[in-house]
Nanobody
Framework: QVQLVESGGGLVQPGGSLRLSCAAS????????MRWYRQAPGKERELVAT????????TYADSVKGRFTISRDNAKNTVDLQMNSLKPEDTAVYYC???????????WGQGTQVTVSS
């Protein structure tokens, strides 16, 4: 059974930091591209950050570039999202996603709420 379990969300003031973590089980983690998405109320789900299966390459949405950092540990089957200089517009539910590029398997976590507010 595949599970992606996010943690680390919460309430933070503007300018603050949070670190999200996603623990994967039931998949060969090192074979998957890992991504973080977010969805704010009334808006479509947005791709925030991507990291390749080896961790050798990362990409970011323009809205978070320079503030967020995605990383992974293939020995621990985890992917993290370090979020700095948070803004109110970063408020959303953040989802972890695992994608196998060849087999096209695509899995989602249940999401973790991030609220940026004073």
């Amino acid at each position: 059974q595949v599970q992606l379990v996010e943690s680390g969300g919460g309430l933070v003031q503007p300018g603050g930091s949070l670190r999200l973590s996603c623990a994967a089980s039931g998949i060969t983690f090192s074979s998957y591209v890992m991504r973080w998405y977010r969805q704010a109320p009334g808006k479509e789900r947005e791709l925030v950050a991507t990291i390749t299966s080896t961790g050798g390459s990362t990409t970011y949405a323009d809205s978070v570039k320079g503030r967020f950092t995605i990383s992974r540990d293939n020995a621990k089957n985890t992917v993290d999202l370090q979020m700095n200089s948070l803004k109110p517009e970063d408020t959303a539910v953040y989802y972890c996603n695992a994608l196998h590029l060849v087999l096209r398997y695509n899995y989602w976590g249940q999401g973790t709420q991030v609220t940026v507010s004073s």
